[in-house]
């Protein structure tokens, strides 16, 4: 009787068997993963392409301002409007920092003009499309210093408290700070601004002039 010969499938034989058995699933897999590649560079590309132009159009707006000089000069008034109809006509069209950018730019018009309310939401606009970025807590800022102007602190008081959570760099905190300070200590609120001008301190090197305008102000109030 004539002995039966065994094969031994190696490692790769068995991998081709598979792939042959099921190579249809295998193509399939294949193909979602390098149309899924594929779209993946087609979107970072058109997505960077966007934000390479929305850049290109916050500089234009920028130039346009900044030659524009006084905001306030009643002959240019026309021109300035149109600069700000089309800055609020961009912006909620993109995203990110060239969306919180041009809230700002149409918020410094306003400022400029006076205009505190239109201001004040165009700089809490900027802070949410800044998500977290440097412009988020400065929005903030300028936010509650036009609450401040329309006699509003709690909004004030809100908004400085709000930018002074960000964790990030914020070269006006130490400002901010005092400013909570300030507001406490014009509403005859001693100890709630006490409390904030010892933060104020706390958080700075002995150095600093705000720290030193702190204490000053805390034994002013000690000596009331």
Request: net charge neutral.
């Amino acid at each position: 009787m004539a002995a039966t010969k065994t094969e031994t499938l190696n490692a790769g034989d068995k991998f081709a068997l598979f792939l042959q058995k099921y190579r249809r699933v295998f193509w399939g897999i294949l193909g979602i993963v390098i149309a899924g590649s594929i779209g993946s560079v087609l979107f970072f590309t058109v997505r960077s392409a966007l934000q390479n132009r929305a850049i290109a159009t916050l500089e234009a707006f920028e130039k346009r301002k900044t030659d524009l000089g006084d905001l306030t000069d009643a002959s240019k008034s026309m021109e300035i409007q149109a600069l700000l109809e089309e800055i609020n006509a961009f912006a909620p069209k993109t995203f990110g920092y060239a969306s919180a950018k041009a809230y700002s730019l149409a918020a410094d018009i306003y400022a400029a003009r006076g205009e505190w309310a239109l201001a004040e939401e165009a700089w809490t606009a900027s802070a949410k499309r800044a998500s977290g970025i440097y412009l988020a807590p400065l929005s903030l800022y300028n936010a509650a210093v036009a609450a401040e102007e329309q006699g509003n602190p709690d909004k004030a008081l809100e908004y400085y408290n709000e930018a002074l959570a960000f964790s990030g760099v914020f070269p006006a905190s130490q400002r901010a700070q005092f400013n909570i300070g300030r507001i406490h200590e014009a509403r005859n609120n001693k100890e709630a601004a006490s409390e904030a001008y010892r933060n104020l301190i706390e958080k700075s090197s002995p150095d600093s002039n705000w720290a030193k305008l702190a204490q000053s102000r805390i034994i002013f109030l000690e000596m009331e």
